[in-house]
């Protein structure tokens, strides 16, 4: 996959990151907001109409929030309800959650921070690679798409983290220079889309190295990449690419790590 030489050590062993504690939002929704802190007296029973009503809201405003990659504050969420069924948080929010996944194939999840909200899309990582893809988007959504795909492969592959000159290099290999003062015809300013965008979507995690005679830029998963994408599925799609003679287990840090994500993410949904 990669040409340069220190693009293609996918053999170092990965530096173990502290991991993002995965949690479906459907069974995580306090009820007990601070803005639903009303008298009894004042709440109303929630009829099932009203419920379906306030969760396809619900679950529309996280698809236009959705679109722009940024994290969901919970209270947020919880303005588009109603004050009279603010105690109903909990009840709404696991419909809206169940329509997110059933029809348009989206998980809400909880990141670290306290009471941040994102969709995690829990289509087959193999759409993702096709020629097709399993919704409509536009060609730069579709090349962005891939390109920051592309990047967490080579950042997992490497062992975790990669510093800026060698993501640099890689994408080099598909011929986007991100040193270019012009625009990408495609991608736009491709600086800002990696270091910026990715990062502020929670992608990426850029680590600014400044106590030292020359700072430099490290580069690791960021959240939503760790709860959107499974390593194990990602070192397989790499071993499909090398030949049928590759097996995952010969990636002995990086499977064993994709190992222990998976044993986290079971524990944390139980």
Known sequence: MVSD???????????????LRKQSGINNFDSSQN?????????????ENDQ?????????????????????????????????Y??????????????????????????????QLILVNTL????I????MPFPVQPHESAIIKLRTHILIVILMSGGTISESTLNKFVRNFGVDVDSKENHPVLGNVQKLIYQIMARQGYLEVIHNKDCDV???????GGRAKLELNKKEI????????????????????????QSDDAESAAASN
Request: aromatic residues 10%.
């Open 52 to 84: 379906k009503r306030l969760a396809f809201l619900c679950a529309n405003y996280f698809l236009v929030s959705n679109c722009k990659k940024v994290p969901i504050k919970r209270s947020d969420v919880g303005k588009i309800i109603p004050k009279q």
């Open 235 to 258: 070192i397989q799609f790499v071993c499909k690419i090398y030949g049928e003679h590759i097996k995952p287990e010969m990636w002995i840090e990086q499977w064993k790590d994709a």
């Open 5 to 19: 030489d220190d693009d293609g050590d996918y053999s170092q062993k990965p530096s173990r990151n502290s991991r």
């Open 129 to 132: 690679f096709g020629e097709a």
């Open 86 to 115: 603010s105690r109903q948080f909990g009840v709404i929010m696991k419909t809206s959650s169940i329509v997110l996944q059933r029809v348009f194939g989206y998980k809400v999840a909880e990141l670290d921070k306290k009471g």
């Open 35 to 47: 803005d639903s802190q009303i008298c009894s007296q004042t709440q109303e029973p929630l009829s």
């Open 215 to 221: 700072p430099y830029k490290e580069i690791k998963w």
């Open 124 to 127: 087959d990582l193999s759409s």
